[in-house]
């Protein structure tokens, strides 16, 4: 017989999110998910997934994704370590540390995966991680799982990151110390402040580990946060995802060697998780070959973001914090923030609004993504929208 406990709890919790507006309804895509989606037979220009560079799409990926399925089929058949690796995730993972210029990587099935992996395997309750207090809702999980103490320092605060360091380290009551952060922190667009971060870590002897999901494939020309600011030899962890600019699925950390094996052989999610498919696998491929060997899609990224930027902000909206093509619209309240929303999917904008948990109560945002595949005239078509729909519901005078 189902659980009286179980259908109260649910019955309850859900009646209040929706109560409080804070209960997120889902829209399936009828159309690939490109700069213009199809939802409930409607056309709308999307501002809203991470497909940064337009290769969810890209004909070259499709091609070698088809390929490699005709070749091995559609799955690996077991998992990384017993006989799931094909040579096609070697080559992978070759590619990945050049492309982000460490000695060796090692990928795993998605960007969360990677956290829940990467952390626990060298992190443990004989430990401390100094982590923003922005950081991925995977990176706190993954700190979570190590079972070490979790202290978390204000965000982009170098004061009080040095601060709690330097009490963690002095304490002596831990034997590892970590300092973890996200590459460009997707709710606001900014990004970490790396070379202050690296120098509390040389002083400390802290490990370091970058979360850069919405770096790689945006800035250092492609290779991620940690190029962009020139300190490839000074970060031991980088991580990224295969699910945003390289528009497929899976995660990866790049690092020195020693440090890869050792995830080949403690990371659970390598050791008990089916491996990446092969027409993932060969598509991450061929969207690493494609970067690697041109800006030009890197270069759109950028020219979209600043002219929707720009736009946005000529129209009267705040624009928040951002430093790359993620874009808030801030809005404040979650209500607001939700209706505001509604309003431009009716007139044909889909970006999406961000509200608690995921941000902090009463900095609501909608936020916009612009990737290499729009045009110019999709984007003032969505200006045209916001500029509507604005003034509307009073936001611009
Ligand atoms: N880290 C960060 C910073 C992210 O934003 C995300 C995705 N939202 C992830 C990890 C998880 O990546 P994936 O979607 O590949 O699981």
Redesign the pocket.
């Known amino acids: 017989m189902a659980s009286k406990t179980l259908e109260h709890f649910l019955q309850e919790n859900l009646a209040a999110l929706k109560r409080e507006g804070l209960y997120n309804e889902i829209d399936p895509l009828e159309s690939p998910n490109g700069p213009v989606i199809k939802i409930n037979g409607k056309e709308l220009i999307n501002l809203s997934s ?1 497909n940064y560079l337009g290769l969810a799409t890209d004909q070259r990926l499709k091609e070698a994704a088809i390929e490699a399925i005709k070749t091995y089929g559609v799955g690996a058949g077991a998992v990384r370590t017993i006989n799931g690796t094909l040579k096609l995730h070697l080559e992978l993972e070759e590619k990945l540390a050049q492309f982000k210029h460490t000695e060796a990587a090692i990928a795993y099935q ?6 829940m992996a990467a952390i626990s395997a060298v992190m443990d309750k004989a430990d401390a991680i100094l982590s923003d207090e922005l ?5 706190i999980d993954g700190c979570r799982l190590s079972r070490a103490k979790i202290i978390t320092y204000k965000h982009s605060d170098i004061a009080d990151l040095r601060e709690k360091a330097k009490q963690a380290s002095e304490s002596g009551l831990y034997k590892k110390i970590m300092v973890i952060t ?5 709710m606001d667009g900014d990004i970490a402040k790396l070379p202050e971060i690296v120098s509390v870590a040389e002083e400390f002897d802290l490990i370091t580990y970058v ?4 770096g790689s494939g945006v800035l250092g020309k492609g290779a991620g946060t940690v190029k962009h600011f020139g300190l490839s030899d000074k970060i031991d962890f980088q ?1 990224g ?4 600019a390289i528009g497929v ?3 990866y950390v790049a690092g020195r060697r020693e440090l890869i094996d050792w995830l080949k052989v403690r990371s659970r999610p390598f050791l008990f998780s089916t491996a990446l498919t092969p027409g993932d696998v060969a598509a991450c491929i061929k969207a690493i070959d494609i970067l690697m060997s041109s800006t030009e899609l890197h270069d759109k990224l950028w020219e979209n973001g600043r002219y929707l930027k720009q736009g946005l902000k000529q129209l009267g909206f705040d624009i928040g914090e951002s430093e790359t093509p993620i874009t808030p619209c801030m809005i404040g309240e979650e209500k607001a923030t939700q209706e505001f929303s509604k309003k431009l999917y009716e007139a044909g904008v889909y970006a999406k609004s961000i509200v608690f948990p995921t941000v902090p109560k009463g900095t609501g945002r909608v936020r916009n993504m612009p990737t290499a595949a729009h045009t110019k005239e999709m984007l003032d078509q969505a200006l045209a929208i916001y500029e509507r729909v604005g003034i509307e519901m009073g936001i611009l005078r």
């Open positions: 991470n998605s960007g969360f995966n990677c956290n950081n991925h809702a995977s990176i996200d590459g460009v922190f997707s979360d850069d999901a919405h991580i995802t295969l699910s945003k699925v899976g995660g």
